[in-house]
């Protein structure tokens, strides 16, 4: 998700909740993980999205992204028990 962690707490973090009930009702196990400040596109330039900062992104991207990758295959292996 493009929102910074600070704005997924505040404001998306009990609807992600919500959804995950909903879908728990479906399946048995569920797990929300919120990948948050996220690049978007490799060029903002190209794009009206000025209120982004593009530098801010990248740096977010190279701090962050392989932790999150990692994150979601714990996640996968867990919701597929173990494997």
Known sequence: MNAPK??????????????????????????VYACCDTL????????????????????MRAKQFSRDLEKAFQMSVRLNGGK
């Open 40 to 59: 978007q596109v490799a060029d903002y330039s190209k794009f009206d999205m000025a209120s982004f900062n593009e530098e801010h992104k990248k740096e």
């Open 6 to 31: 600070a704005v997924y707490n505040i404001g998306y973090r009990n609807k992600a909740k919500e959804v995950a009930q909903s879908f728990k009702a479906l399946n048995g196990t569920v797990e």
